[in-house]
């Protein structure tokens, strides 16, 4: 197959830049199957802010109960500054940090946000570059695939 006047190599060039994010990942995915080793990115923590330490633990238990996470963490109250409908407000948060497959990041938000009585929660995620090996393990063991 080749495009009319530009030849078969342009064509595979395409090709190439379109499925070399697809390539890559199943690369990675086979060297880590094949090595043992991590692959950066495959698990996340999510950070899920709270208005008290009931809330918290009850949408940790939720979070829980579904399988969207391995471990959650309550951490005791901090102080937050935040800017809400034009006005700098204070309060006391409770923050969850939440260890999970970054495949359920996704359905893990569209869940709290279910739940969450705070009408915009924060629900942010990063990607875990790096740890122990057996930790990210047992999150495999611990979180279904999807």
Sequence with gaps: MEWPGRG?????VIL???LYPVLRSLALQLHAALTGSYVSGTHSIAFINCLNEQIAKDIAR???DKKLAAYVNI???SLALYFWKGELEESTEILLLVKTRTSKI?????Y???IHPFEIPEII???????NPL??????ESVPRD
Aim: aromatic residues 8%; proline residues 9%; glycine residues 6%.
């Design 16 to 18: 190439s830049l379109l």
């Design 75 to 77: 951490l005791p109250k």
């Design 125 to 131: 995620s990063l990607p875990i570059d790096q740890g």
């Design 135 to 140: 930790y990210f393990k047992w999150i495999e």
């Design 62 to 64: 939720a979070i829980m």
């Design 8 to 12: 078969p190599l342009l064509l595979v």
């Design 112 to 114: 709290v946000r279910s």
């Design 106 to 110: 996704g359905e893990l938000s569209n």
